[in-house]
């Protein structure tokens, strides 16, 4: 398959999904772009720009913008997707009859689904026939979409199992200011991506409760052991946790002001109620609907995540971030590297 003449789909135009799809126009690809809101496909269409999700950012004019999913699918070599986690099994159920024989399925997508547990791959692998299943990758690391969209110099890795699918991403990807690594790593790099944005969350708390940099550092630190922890056990590379979609993400979403996740959990640390500050959010925060998952992931397999834990518990029981905190902090006392040996 030759990269420079690729056919591209890009489903999904939040800020990330409509960055990364300006991103490849900018290369000179003809990108179709799935929008679900008809007037923000309008928008695009018309001034190219994503008032609602990417303002003030020009994109690309070799950005097709369209309502039509089975459209934006068919006959493309590469379909990136880039939806919410929740939605993403509907998403593909809803276009996986539409894929071309030839196309490789890229999830740009960080989450792990409430219900079953798994990663975005792991629910395309659930959705998708069988001749797929060897054609998905991941695209992750640290990475916000209005900095991406305004061409600051970013890093991240693509995985896949098939390391002809991740050279042929990073190639389709890469520029002189988005550099793109590979990795066969998948459920490391997907696992990574999802647990920092509960941790993120953790981290916004701490900011919104003024308990400074101290806290912060220690938080990313034993959010990261969570990370890995976790990752070890169902599988993964602990040497990726160490990588862009480990380390590198955690540290960003952690600290950025631009991190809806972090942007939550400071608002929570100041007092106000989850469902006011979502109701006030145009774009998803991943990490809400992710701590249920992790929270319970964690239970089933029985690794110990109590930053995860009592993210969950500010969130869905009523805990208090305070409370949380003296709670964490008084935990018994043991080996710092109790898991690594």
Same mark, same amino acid.
């Given at each position: ?7 591209? #789909? ?27 809101? @008809?007037?923000?496909?309008?928008? +695009? ?43 993403? @099994? ?11 024989? @030839?196309?490789? +399925?890229?999830?740009? /997508? ?13 629910? %395309? ?13 991941? %695209? ?47 459920? #490391? ?18 900011? #919104?409760?003024? !308990?400074? !940099?101290?806290? =912060?550092?220690?938080?990313?630190? @034993?959010?990261?052991?969570?990370? =890995? &922890?976790? #990752? ?26 631009? /991190? ?39 239970? &089933? ?29 008084? =935990? ?8 690594? &040996?």
């Amino acid at each position: 398959m030759d990269v420079d003449s690729a056919k591209i #789909g890009v489903v999904g135009a939040g800020s990330w999904g409509t960055a990364l799809a300006s991103l490849l126009g900018m290369k000179g690809y003809d990108v179709k772009l799935w929008v679900y809101e @008809r007037q923000v496909k309008e928008c +695009i269409a018309e001034t190219h720009e994503n008032k609602l999700f990417l303002p003030g950012i020009a994109l690309s004019e070799n950005i097709d913008p369209s309502n039509d999913l089975a459209g934006v699918v068919s006959d493309k070599d590469l379909v990136l997707v880039v939806v919410p986690s929740h939605v993403m @099994r509907e998403t593909a159920e809803n276009f996986f009859k539409y894929l071309s024989d @030839r196309s490789i +399925i890229v999830s740009a /997508s960080k989450g792990i689904e409430n219900k079953t547990h798994l990663t975005m791959t792991g629910v %395309l692998k659930d959705v998708l026939p069988g001749t797929f299943k060897n054609r998905l990758a991941v %695209l992750s690391g640290p990475s916000f979409g209005k900095e991406v969209a305004k061409k600051v110099p970013t890093v991240v890795t693509a995985a896949s199992a098939d390391p002809e699918v991740a050279v042929f991403v990073q190639n389709v990807f890469v520029t002189p200011f988005f550099r793109v690594y590979t990795n066969d790593d998948v459920m #490391g790099v997907e696992l990574g991506g999802a647990v920092k944005n509960v941790i993120a969350i953790a981290s916004g708390i701490i900011d #919104g409760l003024g !308990l400074g !940099l101290n806290t =912060r550092a220690a938080l990313i630190t @034993r959010g990261l052991a969570e990370m =890995r &922890r976790l #990752g070890i056990k169902l599988g993964a590379n602990p040497h990726t946790f160490a990588g862009l979609a480990g380390m590198g993400d955690l540290v960003l979403t952690c600290t950025g002001s631009l /991190s809806r996740n972090h942007t939550v959990g400071k608002l929570i640390g100041e007092g106000k109620k989850l469902g006011e500050i979502l109701s006030d959010m145009n774009m998803v925060a991943e990490g809400v609907k992710t701590a249920k998952s992790v929270r319970n992931l964690s239970l &089933r397999v029985g690794v110990e995540m109590p930053i995860s834990h009592a993210v969950y518990g500010i969130l869905y029981e009523d805990l208090s971030p305070r409370d949380a905190v003296f709670q964490l902090m008084t =935990r018994d006392l043991k080996d710092e590297l109790d898991d690594l &040996r």
